[in-house]
């Protein structure tokens, strides 16, 4: 059959070039926007540790002191503003605003934790169309827009670049975002969103490292208050011999990266009633479990699950009775590529060596405090005099500490130590055994109010009262 | 929903708060067919605020929820109208089961002052399942001496200073409902006149993220009291479903900004704190209102009701603000 058309043998090319919105919809789809507004932090991070890269400053206890990032947010708009130093303006015309990363630029010799080749466009994205960015370093100031008109442009793919007065009174960057998505607004609104809260919680949470060592932030003029963290140690000299409750230790130097961990319990154990009351109280399980630190950035927050070692080899698996359970590992190192971090910075490389190497001692830390979880459950009010007499110590000076006589070298290396001291155990001489049974709620406050006159009385209180009168009689 | 058995109807701070609730639809009655609405609340043996609604708009379809099985039966044999379903039921197993057809009014009447979270949790579990224009009314306890009574004593049985009283406060609301506290606030906060604020915040977190599946709308808080009977503060806040772009229009149609005891923004609240007044004297101070002021009156009376004038002042004040819903109590011989 003849058709009509085009001649056969003619050659012709069909568009395979990106579109923008193909872009700007694969970028921002996997992120949530409070990840995206923290990689806009990363950024005012990586900002100061470019600046005092050769300053004694870097090497202090407070190495971001007098450094700061404002964010502020409405129906309208949203700003992120900072004095960390703006962006050189080689790395703005290099790659900054590329769409992606380039292999070589040059941030290789800091300990960065932001990576401009994605986080500022896709958090620009991720909440509107149109932005504007003002940096201002010590040599140069510009700005950068991206217009709507931009946006919906496929073939101009250069962004103009001008150069300014400078309009700051301080080195930094001003980034502005504004024609916010419609559901990016409704979140921003003061009213009827709790994101400011949730946004402001999050922060605390992954950036309580960094705040403590000297950096601001400011959420819509309120001040991010890091979340302390700490964990139960019973004071040295009050604790008698197979008495001190603390945490597990390991320290280790390898291949340029430092590990720091630590394991043991935030909080006291929960009584069953208390774990009944679970509802009651606080989700705060959500305070338990392993959190991951890589150059002062938190990566994984409070995990529980298998990434952190969790119910695999011999540990059991998360549940409320390890609520009081939490661990912390810190990695630090000049070269970031060594870090056990996904691109994402949003988790652990769990096929990491190091960190699969790290992961073991995790377990070992895990081990020990749910087996004294285990052996103490049937005597929790015992377990309360020891846990009583424990402090809550910060996690930084656990983490600083050096060690010393208590600690052991881990398979006779130099560079590896641990402390592992042994819990208090229950004596085992006349060990306690748990009864339970079930009665109807009548029934109970019957007994309830006959033996103590009051109806409300706890069951495990009725019932305990119940056994000691029959025990009291029965060895007559 | 214990408090069941409480004599309500004898309280007047609480009853001022109801009627100032009745003052409230009366404005919203502007907008919404308010004798349209079912009406859910925990009655109790008194079914008083029934009574009150019925009276004021004539609705037809009221549910009054109680779990206490005496509480329950005493209620049956007392109600008042025929129109009232008493369910025995909780509250929480009503919102699980929340079924009701057209637009309803729900005042959570909580008396428990250890399960705040309990309380939030279903909260946040009634308001996904309201409808546009749907009012919540909910009352829970406000008094920072439920976390830690002031008259605390430490280990070594000396009393505590306010700074480690508060700070034991705030850790044991922390545990409760820390994840709805917002930031700004600390233990500074747990004081008679701060944790209501707290609360309200708190309670504006939770309704926001309740309310994330449906971001069109919001839980717009319209009136916000505190009152103080017996020994326990409490906090009641009424609000409404509102679609996010009419919330201004609303306001305006409801004419809720002339009215004075409106709170439109969370955190805020007023004071219901009305004097024990004798018949005269209310009488006596009546006749003056509305338009002579407590310094006016005060002179008039030729007495003071404190040693303090500024005290006595302020508790005249207190009854002028809420005088048109002061209850009278009276011995009545059947």
Redesign the interface.
């Known amino acids: 059959m003849a058709i009509k058309g085009h001649e056969v043998g003619k050659r012709e090319t069909v568009q395979a070039t990106p579109t923008k919105r193909f872009f700007v919809s694969m970028l921002t789809r996997d992120i949530d926007l409070p990840d995206a507004i923290l990689d806009l932090l990363d950024n005012s991070v990586d900002g100061v540790l470019r600046s005092t890269k050769d300053k004694a400053s870097a090497k202090s206890d407070q190495p971001y002191a007098g450094f700061w990032a404002r964010i502020v947010f409405n129906e309208r708009k949203f700003q992120i503003s900072d004095n960390c130093g703006g962006i050189p303006f080689k790395l703005a015309k290099d790659y900054a605003f590329m769409m992606g990363r380039p292999l070589d630029e040059g941030d290789s010799d800091i300990p960065t934790v932001g990576m401009y080749g994605i986080g500022m466009k896709r958090a620009i994205f991720k909440m509107g169309t149109s932005s504007r960015v003002v940096s201002q370093t010590k040599s140069d100031a510009f700005e950068v827009t991206i217009s709507n008109k931009w946006m919906g442009d496929d073939k101009d793919w250069n962004l103009p670049l001008k150069f300014v007065k400078p309009p700051l009174k301080h080195t930094g960057v001003v980034l502005n975002v504004e024609d916010l998505h419609k559901?990016v607004s409704?979140?921003f609104?003061k009213?009827?969103?709790?994101?400011e809260?949730e946004f402001?919680?999050t922060v605390?949470q992954h950036y309580g490292f960094i705040i403590n060592k000297g950096f601001k932030v400011f959420v819509n003029d309120?001040t991010?208050?890091p979340q302390p963290m700490t964990l139960l140690w019973t004071k040295k000299d009050s604790a008698p011999e197979g008495k001190e409750l603390a945490p597990y230790l390991y320290t280790a130097e390898m291949d340029g990266v430092a590990v720091r961990l630590a394991v043991g319990f935030y909080d006291q154990m929960l009584t069953e009633s208390e774990l009944d009351e679970e509802?009651?109280?606080?989700?705060?399980k959500?305070d338990a479990g392993w959190t991951i630190i890589c150059n002062d950035r938190v990566v994984v927050h409070n995990n529980k699950t298998r990434i952190t070692g969790w119910g695999e080899a011999g540990v059991p698996s998360y549940h409320n009775q390890f609520i009081g359970i939490s661990g912390i590992v810190y990695f630090q190192s000049n070269e970031a590529w060594k870090l056990p971090i996904t691109t994402t910075k949003r988790g652990v490389d769990t096929s990491s060596e190091l960190y699969l190497y790290v992961k073991e001692f995790m377990r070992e830390g895990l081990k020990k405090f749910t087996s004294y979880t285990n052996v103490w459950k049937q005597d929790p009010d015992e377990e309360r005099k020891i846990s009583s007499k424990a402090e809550r110590v910060p996690i930084s000076s656990i983490l600083s500490m050096k060690p010393d006589a208590k600690w052991t070298k881990v398979k006779n290396r130099g560079n590896e130590f641990k402390r592992n001291v042994s819990l208090p155990q229950p004596t085992t001489k006349n060990p306690k055994r748990q009864i339970r049974f079930s009665k109807s709620q009548k029934e109970i406050e019957v007994v309830a109010t006959h033996l103590f006159g009051d109806a409300t009385t706890e069951p495990s209180i009725v019932g305990e009262a119940c056994f000691d009168q029959i025990y009291k009689g029965a060895g007559k | 929903m214990s408090g069941a058995l409480v004599p309500y109807h004898q309280r007047q701070n609480k009853a001022v708060d109801r009627h100032l609730f009745i003052d409230l639809l009366v404005r919203l009655n502007r907008r919404l067919p308010i004798v349209d609405y079912t009406y859910v609340s925990f009655g109790g043996a008194f079914l008083e605020d029934f009574k009150l609604l019925h009276g004021a708009f004539g609705n037809r379809k009221l549910i009054s929820l109680e779990n206490d099985q005496i509480a329950w039966r005493r209620q049956q044999f007392n109600v008042p109208l025929s129109c009232i379903s008493c369910l025995h039921q909780d509250s929480a197993d009503f919102v699980a089961q929340y079924a009701i057809e057209g637009n309803a009014i729900v005042w959570l009447d909580y008396a428990s002052a250890g399960e705040t979270r309990r309380q939030f949790n279903e909260f946040q579990a009634l308001l996904p399942k309201l409808r546009r224009y749907d009012i919540v009314k909910i009352t829970f306890n406000a008094n920072p001496n439920s976390l830690r009574d002031s008259r605390s004593a430490d280990e070594n049985g000396k009393r505590e200073t306010a700074e480690v009283r508060n700070k034991k406060r705030f850790e044991v609301l922390d545990k409760r409902i820390g994840d709805f506290i917002p930031q700004e606030f600390n233990f500074e906060s747990m004081t008679v006149d701060g944790y209501p604020r707290v609360l309200s915040k708190a309670l504006e977190v939770a309704a926001s993220e309740a309310l994330k599946g449906q971001s069109n709308m919001l839980f717009q808080p319209l009136t916000s009291f505190t009152y103080n009977d017996l020994a326990h503060q409490m906090l009641t806040i009424s609000g409404i479903l509102l679609e996010r772009s009419e919330r201004v229009a609303f306001i305006r149609d409801c004419a809720l900004r002339a009215f004075r005891l409106a709170t439109l923004r969370w955190g805020d609240y007023k004071k219901i704190m009305l004097p024990a007044l004798t018949a005269r004297e209310r009488l006596f101070i009546d006749q003056h209102l509305p338009r002579s002021r407590e310094r006016t009156i005060q002179r008039k009376l030729k007495f003071w009701f404190d040693p303090d004038e500024d005290v006595s002042l302020e508790i005249l004040k207190s009854y002028i603000e809420f005088y048109r819903q002061y209850p009278n109590f009276h011995r009545v011989l059947f």
């Open positions: 559901g409704t979140l609104a009213e009827g969103s709790s994101f809260h402001i919680t605390a309120k991010v208050e509802q009651v109280a606080k989700r705060t959500d």
